[in-house]
């Protein structure tokens, strides 16, 4: 099995950053692409951003500019620096990964973390 530990949100006042943490752990074969998703109460969880384990990346339009990706292969470990935040990226953060397990190592499987409250307010 695998298993995906968030950590870094908080609360934080409208213009400042935070930098969310993502480490995969467990069984681990390799892993494929990391992500972040966000649901805000009464929402859908929608992409955030996403980065393959090449290092290419696509964000959503809302957050293009303000929020970046990374990660540390060696780690299996994925980062989400944001700034200028907003009211309206306040949300509870999951973490996303493709990953193959010892077991199985020629099949994908996607694991979510517990999820991190982010909360932009002054």
């Known amino acids: 099995q695998v298993q995906l530990v968030e950590s870094g949100g908080g609360l934080v006042q409208p213009g400042g950053s935070l930098r969310l943490s993502c480490a995969a752990s467990?069984?681990?074969?390799?892993?494929?692409?990391m992500g972040w998703y966000r649901q805000a109460p009464g929402k859908q969880r929608e992409l955030v951003a996403v980065?393959?384990?090449?290092?290419?990346?696509n964000y959503a339009d809302s957050v293009k500019g303000r929020f970046t990706i990374s990660r540390d292969n060696a780690k299996n470990t994925v980062y989400l620096q944001m700034n200028s935040l907003k009211p309206e990226d306040t949300a509870v953060y999951y973490c996303?990964?493709?990953?193959?397990?010892?077991?199985?190592?020629?099949?994908?499987?996607?694991?979510w973390g517990q999820g991190t409250q982010v909360t932009v307010s002054s």
């Open positions: 980065i393959t384990s090449g290092g290419s990346t």
């Open positions: 467990g069984s681990i074969f390799s892993v494929d692409a």
């Open positions: 996303n990964a493709r990953a193959t397990t010892e077991r199985n190592p020629y099949t994908l499987h996607t694991y």
